[in-house]
């Protein structure tokens, strides 16, 4: 009697939402997000130093490196920035989804991110712009980290992965846009105003991410006072939280818990480190992030190196835009055939896994291939098909990081993900291929030992297949009491939601 009471005082979802609404809206947000990675690395916003011929005739430099008169290690060293506080923020935010509404969590990352991103083009230093770009990273974490969970919840349940292949397909199309975008903002006005156009789209969605009412995560249950609901009278929503808080059930007294502030984030601690041994212990999660680390470990190469060993094997005098021209049509094509293909197949941990371990396999063997013929037709031929088969490993990876664990750890476990294959694959991996081709002088031999690693992963991902593994995504968790559970059955998908 009481749950049912409960039960139907619960709000319902807000007014604003629709699936295809939030999915459209997080799609925009990926797309600035990587719009202004390729900006940063464009030549119209990067730019390049000022240099002197012997004979003393000097060439006006442009861009950041122009401006602030940077080397190439401190050009570096911004990327670098961006990257530490992604890396370091992230965990930061999947710990902190357990306790405040992730939906506000997105919003206040998206508010660092504009104010950084507007900082970079007011920087007036070497430090000022490093700073501002580490702040952009730890921005960019809190979406990175909650966002594909958001939409794993409100895919129709056979599209799932086709949702998901259609959201990281904006990581080719973003980077892709914005070397065309600093490139023309650079040319006609001027390199600081591109992170301000960027700080200006991204505003409204910061700003939104505080003024409407907030979605409610599936494994969380939170109220206005920020803490995880553990009994009955928590899981109220917001709409509801004051009845709630001063009715009969009430159990403890937030003045109580403000005296404990110490103790609570040592508690946050303690659950964070709990989280983690369940993810290490987790034989599904740990194979998918190790056939993850090799993939990347080559795409992370393959993009840094590429052009420059196109270059030197095919004598490519374009070499930039062919190898960048590949990448954006296999990248896009690939990332939404892969979804599609194991919502096909029956969305299944273990489809995922043949899915992954088969179209790595043979885009490894169609890659590798390429890289043996001399004719620069065969290699542009081969390799455009090995890397459409690579890249429709990008729905199916994140499938299995989002379904193995309980629907509470799902931010912590792309946290996670998204750290280690950038500590141990795409970081790496460039210094030691330069190390590689230092000692053997031949970038097409250096290309084909990259290439074999792709068959590192593919085994990796071979190996989950035969592990027991159980989709999580509907296990009630210790976030979420019975009544929660009851009110997430309400369909997410219905176009037609009431007003609150």
Known sequence: MIRDSISSTLAPQPSWFTAKRLLAIFCIINLLNYVDRGAIASNGVNGKRSECTKSGTCSSGSGIQGDFDLNNFQDGVISSAFMVGLLLASPIFASLAKSVNPFRLIGIGLTVWTFATAGCGLSINFWSITICRMMVGVGEASFISLAAPFIDDSAPVDQKTAWLGIFYMCIPTG?????VYGGLVGSLLNWRWAFGIEALLMLPFAILGFLIKPLQLKGFSHTGSKRPSTSVQTSCTEAVASPCQDGPFQTRND??????????????????????????????????????????????????????????IYHMNNADLMFGGITIICGIFGTLAGGFILDRMTNTISNAFKLLSVATFFGAIF??????????????????????LVFA?????????????????????????????????????????????????????????LTSVLFLASGIWFIGIFLHSVDRFNEENELQVSVTDRSNTIPLLGETTQSL
Not at 263 to 290: A, C, S
């Open 393 to 449: 490993t990008q729905a199916p990876v994140n499938y299995v990081c989002l379904h193995c664990v309980k629907p509470s750890m799902r931010p912590l476990s792309m946290a996670m993900s998204t750290v280690s294959i950038h500590i141990f694959g795409d970081v790496p991996s460039s210094p030691l291929v330069g190390v590689l081709q230092d000692h053997i002088n031949n970038w097409r031999v250096t290309a084909l030992i």
């Open 367 to 388: 890659c590798f291939a390429a890289f043996c013929f001399k004719s620069l037709y065969a290699f542009i031929a081969l390799f455009a098909i090995g890397e459409l």
């Open 255 to 312: 003045s109580m818990d403000d005296s404990k502030s110490a103790p609570g984030i040592l508690n946050q601690f303690t659950r964070f480190w709990m989280d983690m041994k369940v993810l290490l212990l987790d034989k599904v999660y740990v194979v998918n992030i190790l056939g993850y680390i090799a993939y990347n470990f080559v795409i992370g190469a393959y993009s840094y190196w590429g052009p420059k060993a196109g270059y030197y």
């Open 175 to 179: 980077i892709a846009v914005g070397y």
